[in-house]
């Protein structure tokens, strides 16, 4: 089996840039011959570029032309769209359906239906585009805090349903989660073509003894990761260690508290680093207070036989089950997240058990062989579905 892998680059990279590339590595390790097709985001400079960027966000001939000599020369069975956004653009959709070649596409996140891609504005969760029109993102100037750059995402989102490429020119698309695919299923796509995948952690990092006298936090310092509530809680804490792992906006934030709390931060580290600090943590706190694709951070954790206290909301709660996996606590409730971390200091037995059901669970769902079988799965029924409809 042949396979064009297609991802458009963001600015910074993230836990989509590591799937995107494991998932290639891993099909490669299995036979599958894998050629990956990217682009770089780049942030445009003027007027003048953010309109021809806007523009080729919607259609680029550049890349429906570059596409369509790919497919020619590659001749692959069947791509696998990461993401468009904001350069490739949808025109590569259209493409593969002159070639005849059919398309799975993973939704890593809610781009198709929100401009910030998160459902998070302003410090709290937002599904006005979802449930009205992609209009009220450009209200807001949601994107790049910019209403222009909205504007530009939102007419390409708009655009393209009204032409029916989402629910036409894809043969099958991937959530990560049973939540996310209820989202993509409430804002228009086709139920029967969303099946469910998650990520993997490979390779396996091994089980930790969690004896360090800490929890710890690893990820993005951002608003949406809930860092402030999770400070707020640490400030309510006694005796309780917290090792911060990430780097980001709030880095200030959690230097300052630091200084009054038994808060440790150690920027951000490489990932092998990361795993070891993990494995030796009592719990890993997930406080964000947005729906979450899918944290490969708490599949790491799963990965080490940690166990995770995350916020009852949205892919977290899905992931982690409460009082066997890990805790749930209300999402932006600081006195809850402390009261839960104080229960989980105080059960060091509980918590030892809901690490191994933690580590059973990432055996049985997130190894690279399970993620292969699933992948390949899916590869196959797309292709069966593709040559079913053209014999009928």
Known sequence: MKILSVYNRYLNRGGEDEVFESEAELLRQHGVEVGLVTEQVTSPDGLQQKVAAAIQATWSNQWYKRFQALLESEAPDLVHVHNLVPTISPSVLYACQRAGIPVVHTLHNYRLFCPTSTFFRDGH??????????????????YRDSRLATAALAGMLAIHRNLGTWSEKVDCYVALTQFARQKFIEGGLPADRIVIKPNFVEPDPGVGNGDGGYCVFVGRLAAQKGVSTMLAAWHRLSGVKLIVVGNGPLASEVESAGRSSCVHYLGRLPRNQTLEVIKQARALVFPSEWY?????????????????????????????????????????????????????????????????AARSEYESKYTARRNYEMLFEIYQQTLRRRRNALNN
């Open 125 to 142: 969760l937002c599904e006005e585009c979802l449930r009205g029109t992609l209009w009220q993102g450009v209200k807001h100037g949601c």
């Open 292 to 356: 979450e694709g899918f944290p490969l951070t708490i599949a790491e954790a799963f990965a080490c036989g940690v166990p995770v206290i995350c916020s009852r909301l949205g892919a977290m709660q899905e992931i982690v089950e409460d009082c066997r996996t890990g805790l749930h606590f209300e999402a932006g409730n600081a006195d809850d997240l402390a009261a839960k971390v104080t229960w989980a200091w105080n059960h060091p037995a509980e918590v030892r058990a809901m690490g191994t």
